[in-house]
C-alpha cells in the first residue's frame, strides 16, 4: 500500500475502519506491506500492525518465493 489513506489531515479515525476492511480482504502469501503519505501521519503508522500490516517507511525489505522476489523500500511522504 503506498499511502495517502487519510482524507483530512487532521483527523486520521474516518480512515480506519475502510482500511481495516480493505486490508483484512486481501489474500496475501508473504504478507501485506505499507508506507504512509503525507497526509496520513504519524498516528495512522501506529494502527497499521494491529490490522495486520507492515510498516516500512525507512527500511528495506525483500520477498521471495520460489518463482520471484522483490525488493520494497519505504519512502516516507
Given amino acids: 500500500m503506498t499511502g ?3 482524507d483530512h489531515k487532521l483527523d486520521h479515525r474516518p480512515a480506519l475502519e475502510v482500511m ?3 486490508f483484512s480482504q ?10 504512509t503519505g503525507n ?3 504519524d498516528l495512522l503508522a501506529a494502527r497499521l ?9 525507512r ?9 520471484a522476489a522483490v525488493e ?3 519512502l516516507p511522504g
Fill in 39 to 41: 497526509h496520513d501521519g
Fill in 49 to 57: 500492525p494491529a490490522m495486520g500490516i507492515h510498516f516500512i517507511n
Fill in 20 to 22: 481495516s476492511r480493505l
Fill in 59 to 67: 527500511r528495506f525489505v525483500r520477498l521471495e518465493s520460489d518463482q
Fill in 4 to 6: 495517502d489513506f487519510v
Fill in 72 to 74: 520494497l523500500i519505504g
Fill in 26 to 35: 486481501l489474500p496475501s502469501r508473504l504478507g501485506t506491506y505499507a508506507i
